[in-house]
């Protein structure tokens, strides 16, 4: 079993940049696909991006919403993950999530899918 943490976020400007991490205390995540996800305030949890492991490539799949702004990527001799969040706008603005899965899906973010979620790190985007 997987446990994270998740940290690095904070009150934002829209345009701004944030870089959140999620720290596993150690293997086994190097086995497995690690996803994002963000629900805001009476919404429905959102997939937002999601990273395989070595066997796979490092496959990337990101939501349209953040297409071309959010970068994910892992370090997985830390054990950790990272979204490099830029241009963020105050839609962005949520609590942050990661969880694990086998892989990552080609076509979208099943939570129900994902186990071992972390408490999360608090986004607001506002001027």
């Known amino acids: 079993q997987v446990q994270f943490e998740e940290s690095g976020g904070g009150l934002v400007q829209p345009g701004g940049s944030l870089r959140l991490s999620c720290a596993a205390a150690?293997?086994?995540?190097?086995?497995?696909?690690i996803g994002w996800f963000r629900q805001a305030p009476g919404k429905v949890r959102e997939g937002v991006s999601c990273?395989?492991?070595?066997?796979?490539?490092?496959?990337?799949y990101y939501a349209n919403s953040v297409k071309g702004r959010f970068t994910i990527s892992r370090d997985d001799a830390k054990y950790t993950a990272y979204l490099q969040m830029n241009n963020l706008e105050p839609e962005d603005t949520a609590v942050y999530s990661c969880?694990?899965?086998?892989?990552?899906?080609?076509?979208?973010?099943?939570?129900?899918?994902?186990?071992?979620w972390g408490q999360g790190t608090q986004v607001t985007v506002s001027s």
């Open positions: 969880a694990i899965r086998a892989y990552c899906a080609l076509n979208g973010m099943d939570a129900g899918s994902f186990d071992s």
């Open positions: 150690g293997p086994p995540f190097n086995y497995y696909a």
């Open positions: 990273i395989n492991n070595k066997d796979y490539n490092n496959f990337t």
